[in-house]
């Protein structure tokens, strides 16, 4: 499920029973698998996100992984190359 002004980059693939709230931009050639994303988080370029939740207003990567069962907070700012 997708919500409205979301924006999927380029070679994005989302799998499983991924829900995106609104204003959520994915960039090009992430992947989400089984994930919730809520309202406001950017997921930068190639990351990874498994079996995760994440709350509003994230800003994820560009090349973060977050691995099963990650549970992030409001607000959460994860690098380059970060692992959850």
Do not use: W
């Amino acid at each position: 499920r997708i919500g409205t002004d979301v924006s999927i980059g380029a070679g994005v693939r989302l799998t499983g029973s991924t829900i995106i709230e609104d204003d959520v931009t994915v960039q090009a050639y992430s992947t989400i698998h089984d994930s919730y994303i809520k309202t406001g988080t950017i997921v930068r370029f190639a990351s990874l996100i498994d079996a995760c939740h994440v709350g509003n207003a994230c800003e994820i990567g560009p090349y973060a992984h977050l691995r099963m069962h990650a549970d992030l907070g409001e607000d959460v700012h994860l690098g380059n190359f970060v692992e959850v």
